[in-house]
């Protein structure tokens, strides 16, 4: 099983990004996938989640009307659109696949997301 994040990086206040979650070794059509992130000194926090053929999504307060979480099933792939990022917005993100009904979770490594002047 591997998930690989991609596409953080540097960028500006209000600026955007796009994060991706590469996934495989497992059925990924069947799995809920979030995003969470963790700063500095703050514990892990959930920000985005889409259910397995992506028909629900969930956010937290903190990012709605900014990011926007997708996926392509034909791509095994799960995104995070982010945009008008804030200094906030700093930490390293993760992806998450769960399978409830099996009691099966697998994380990625993360990927730095910088927001700075």
């Known amino acids: 099983v591997q998930l690989v994040e991609s596409g953080g990086g540097l960028v500006q206040p209000g600026g955007s990004l796009r994060l991706s979650c590469a996934a495989s070794g497992f059925t990924f059509s069947s799995y809920v996938m979030s995003w969470h992130r963790q700063a500095p000194g703050k514990e892990r926090e959930l920000v985005a989640v889409?259910?397995?053929?992506?028909?629900?999504?969930n956010y937290a307060d903190s990012v709605k009307g900014r990011f926007t979480i997708s996926r392509d099933n034909g791509k095994n792939t799960v995104y995070l659109q982010m945009n008008s990022l804030k200094a906030e917005d700093t930490a390293v993100y993760y992806c998450?696949?769960?399978?409830?009904?099996?009691?099966?979770?697998?994380w990625g490594q993360g990927t730095q997301v910088t927001v700075s002047s």
């Open positions: 889409i259910g397995s053929y992506g028909a629900s999504t």
């Open positions: 998450k696949a769960s399978l409830r009904s099996e009691n099966k979770a697998y």
